[in-house]
């Protein structure tokens, strides 16, 4: 655990991540008056606990600002070798601290920030992918989603109450359907690409499940807050006895 400092520096700050390049993410945050210098902490979920103590998960210490002539503090994930973008198999999360002068560490720390990547492929028999938006990465509309995947050329979405699919075709303003964090969707590609998410961890989704006298299907995006949860059969057991089937695209 972190070891709390009286004042905390005021430490209520934003943290941003952006990418720099194909395996490299820029972070960027608020200066703190009275800080000498800054903690990053790296996890692969997203409600890592920062190591303060042992400092398994620190991956820069008593860190200062990358760029002077910018407002606020930047630093960027080298990754040390690591492809921190473009892996599908492992996603990573920020938090930042701050340090007094007397080498005391704030309590207190910035949001959490991840990336999360996508392989996207296009087959012989279909160019269909089911994503979700785990991220708040400043998507609020079907459009913005396309527009933000290398070849994306339809978004759908699964409508439960209608238990039918509406979808969106770039390029036409009919049915630019609004995004809901914590939902999936299928997007379809001109070729196999990846799609990297990066912004901050959103509010965990709430999902309303129904039953209709057509299907009883319904779309969720497991939350990232349920870590337990790594098999359908424990899906399926947490939504409870009203779940008779679980499937996957």
Same mark, same amino acid.
């Given at each position: 655990?972190?070891?709390?400092?009286?004042?905390?520096?005021?430490?209520?700050?934003?943290?941003?991540?952006?990418?720099?390049?194909?395996?490299?993410?820029?972070?960027?945050?608020?200066?703190? =008056?009275?800080?000498?210098?800054?903690? *990053?902490?790296?996890?692969?979920?997203?409600?890592?606990?920062?190591?303060?103590?042992?400092?398994?998960?620190?991956?820069?210490?008593? !860190? =200062?600002?990358?760029?002077? /002539? =910018? $407002? %606020?503090?930047?630093?960027?994930?080298? %990754?040390?070798?690591? @492809? !921190?973008?473009?892996?599908?198999?492992?996603?990573?999360?920020?938090?930042?601290? $701050?340090?007094?002068?007397? %080498?005391?560490?704030?309590?207190?720390?910035?949001?959490?920030?991840?990336?999360? @990547?996508?392989?996207?492929?296009?087959?012989?028999?279909?160019?269909?992918?089911?994503? $979700?938006?785990?991220?708040?990465? /400043?998507?609020?509309?079907?459009?913005?989603?396309?527009?933000?995947?290398?070849?994306? @050329?339809? *978004?759908?979405?699964?409508? $439960?109450?209608?238990?039918?699919?509406?979808?969106?075709?770039?390029?036409?303003?009919?049915?630019?359907?609004?995004?809901?964090?914590?939902?999936?969707?299928?997007?379809? !590609?001109?070729?196999?690409? !990846?799609?990297?998410?990066?912004?901050? *961890?959103?509010?965990?989704?709430?999902?309303?499940?129904?039953?209709?006298?057509?299907? &009883? #299907?319904?779309?969720?995006?497991?939350?990232?807050?349920?870590?337990?949860?790594? &098999?359908?059969?424990?899906?399926?057991? #947490?939504?409870? %006895?009203?779940?008779?089937? *679980?499937?996957?695209?």
């Amino acid at each position: 655990m972190l070891k709390n400092n009286k004042s905390n520096f005021g430490f209520k700050t934003f943290l941003s991540i952006s990418i720099v390049n194909t395996t490299q993410l820029k972070l960027e945050w608020g200066e703190i =008056t009275g800080a000498s210098g800054y903690n *990053v902490y790296r996890g692969t979920a997203p409600y890592f606990t920062p190591d303060g103590s042992g400092g398994t998960n620190r991956i820069a210490a008593d !860190i =200062t600002d990358q760029d002077a /002539g =910018t $407002a %606020g503090v930047q630093w960027t994930d080298t %990754g040390s070798g690591t @492809d !921190i973008v473009g892996d599908a198999n492992t996603n990573y999360y920020y938090m930042v601290t $701050a340090k007094g002068s007397t %080498g005391d560490e704030s309590a207190v720390s910035t949001n959490r920030v991840g990336e999360f @990547d996508y392989s996207l492929v296009k087959t012989a028999g279909t160019s269909n992918n089911n994503i $979700a938006i785990p991220l708040d990465a /400043g998507l609020s509309t079907a459009s913005d989603l396309a527009n933000a995947i290398t070849g994306c @050329d339809l *978004v759908s979405r699964w409508v $439960a109450s209608t238990q039918s699919w509406e979808s969106y075709t770039p390029g036409y303003s009919f049915n630019n359907f609004p995004l809901v964090y914590g939902y999936p969707y299928t997007v379809s !590609i001109t070729g196999n690409t !990846i799609f990297t998410l990066t912004g901050t *961890v959103a509010t965990q989704p709430t999902f309303n499940l129904v039953n209709t006298a057509g299907t &009883s #299907n319904n779309a969720i995006m497991l939350p990232l807050d349920q870590e337990s949860i790594s &098999s359908a059969s424990q899906l399926a057991s #947490n939504i409870g %006895g009203n779940c008779d089937l *679980v499937s996957r695209w």
